[in-house]
């Protein structure tokens, strides 16, 4: 084969993905001595972090005393439909409170209480006010204060730099380094690494209809499985239920749940709050079963049960897709999300300017005047790379996973605001479990040069191939597919026909056919990440069937209830030898002072 | 659907305007038609985007000579049959098609020190007043697109490299 010149660097620690969790993890990683570069697919501070809208979930008690860590804890543990870890659920709701004080002391300004302190918000799924926050751009103030602290350590950080082999020691399973390409020229890196930290995001790109962005394609993911780590829970996927609707431009981008946690109220074509009808049990006892309850609720909390517009978001989700289906949605296929007639024009633009801004110019809407139209987009993946709950290290050693990524704190289903403090808390946890890990080992371990070969062999075929299809169009065809067989509602003959249509299209990928040179080539990129994100769509379709039953973002129209047997079970998937094997595992049951806190409640 | 002549500058400083015809719908940006052309005619056309949405900042450039975001120029905007003419910013470096060169905000970032915050109160705890920290917050509200560069003649025309910080890190 043809040589390439390879571009070599070293590195104890080596963060792939430089959003909340990957800056967190470089900044500790380097605090505890260890040299320690980060690499993006895009800019710096581009990161889809940025795009975090409502809050950061940490139980402070600055609005409501009552709450505490073991509040906060049950909440994520019940919106999780129980499937979560629970010792990492105890850690987040344990250390969010401090990482939030932390981002306060490196610079970010969040918004306050009359006190002073920092302003807490409601948002679904949270018993009391929780979730810290600066306007509806927190995850902005998060990443550019991590952003500006990383600058100021002098972390070397390679942007538009894009990873697509971790390159694994088999004798002693333990990672040894990376290979990727530089965007701008298409020159390869290669990494050696004593620890290596995905902190890669999610995988939402499979999906027609989403909220993520271009690097959403789950290259993390994918990576460490091929790598050989266990991936888990990948069937679980929440689809946010309130992203645009309209116009074409915008659909799927998210509408933050502040809005809802603000005041703001969904309606159906007839004018009526339709989530009063849609209340499951596991929630009716703290769910207000009126409108005006629901309203006392929002002035204090004390008078009344929480509104049902704030209902976890799987819970949301499924409730929109059934009115939309009944024929009683809005004009553009979603349903009416009313802050307009609820509050006043000039509190909607202090507490929700960017989502003022984005309607406005966007879509021609003005919501301090009249409802936007929202229904459902792919938002986020709850499964990922199986992890350590103390140290965040995935089942191959050395390889350390934080953030969207990792699988495991949220479940079934997470709660809005868990995933900024979940970014942080087990960032800071990945970086020093990493960094204690580069520590121990002596000395790097070498590369496989055949795995290099075969590794630059597979980036560079669509080049060398000719007559094949297209990128997009095999990308458009996955993500099509994936919305129609395995989105919000599924069955098993959907999910079947899907698997076929995965491996139909991994033969397509085969031939996949680029334009043009190395040199700054979506067309190529794409032609990558194609990869990822159909051994993804596999994982995610092969647990989706073997999970029969409807919990959280996974729901069976076949099988419509939750189940006592699969309920404490978490689905493992992994590579055996080329292919994927799903196989179920029983979950970690919680010492009985935690299992307490669900008693009688 | 209805078709634009885009006019889009292809290749680095010794490229040329090529101009396609390309479908779009009434609701789309500049960024949608931009991306459908990518996907059919010009698979390898180079442009940065992330959000879709104007808060990331990565898909500036100029559209009919003015400096934007392409996610927020709606198509509903133009005038039907009109050219559109999409380039690079031109105060950076080109690198190729539509994306430039911006790492010199990167470097100027590195130089700024880090945050040193006031001492907490006993309590472990920072106080500070929503009307006082508005000002603060209105700078970290900075997308980093660098628009504001490629407006700036001082730097667009007299290609003098000043010390331009970000207003954000200004601020710290």
Sequence with gaps: MTDYEIEEHEYDVLVIGAGGAGLRAAIESLAFGCSTAIVCKSLFGKAHTVMAEGGMAAAMGNVYEEDNWKVHFRDTMRGGKMLNNWRMAQIHAQEAPDRVLELEEWGALFDRTEDGLILQRDFGGHKYARLAHVG??????????????????????????????????????????????????????????????????????????????????????AMAMMAGAEMVDMEFVQFHPTGMVWPPSVKGILVTEGVRGDGGTLRNSTDKRFMFNYIPEMFASETASTEDEADSWYEDHSLGRRTPDLLPRDEVARAINS???????SPHGGVFLDIASRRSPEYIQKRLPSMYHQFKQLAGVDITKEPMEVGPTCHYAMGGIKVNAETAQSSVNGLFAAGEVAGGLHGANRLGGNSLSDLVVFGRRAGKGAADYAKNTESFLPIDQIEIDKAIQNMMMPFDNSNGENPYTIHKELQDSMQKLAGIIRTEEELVQMLSKVEDLKKKMLSVTVEGNRWFNPGWHLALDLEFMLTNAESLVRAAIERKESRGGHTRDDYPEASKKFGEINFIIKQVNGSIKVEPRQSDSMPDELAELFKDK | MPLVDLKVWRGDDNGEYISYLVEYDEGEVILDVVHRLQSTDAQDLAVRWNCKAGKCGSCSAEVNGKPSLMCMQRMVNFTPGEEIIISPMKTFPLIKDLVTDVSWNYENARKVPAFSPKKVDTDGKHRMQQVDIERGQEFHQCIECYLCQDVCHVIRDQRIKIILLALGFLYK
């Design chain 1, 136 to 221: 509806d751009s927190t995850g902005l103030e998060m990443l550019r204060t991590e952003q500006q602290k990383a600058a100021s350590l002098g972390i070397k950080v390679f942007s538009e730099c894009t990873i697509n082999r971790l390159m694994v020691d088999k004798k002693t399973n333990s990672i040894s380094g990376a290979l990727g390409y530089w965007r701008e020229k298409g020159n390869l890196i290669k990494f050696k690494a004593k620890a290596i930290i995905i902190a890669t995001g999610g995988l939402g790109k499979m999906y027609a209809i989403t909220s993520n962005s271009w690097e959403g394609t789950g290259d993390g993911h």
């Design chain 1, 323 to 329: 009115e939309v289906k009944a024929g009683r949605g």
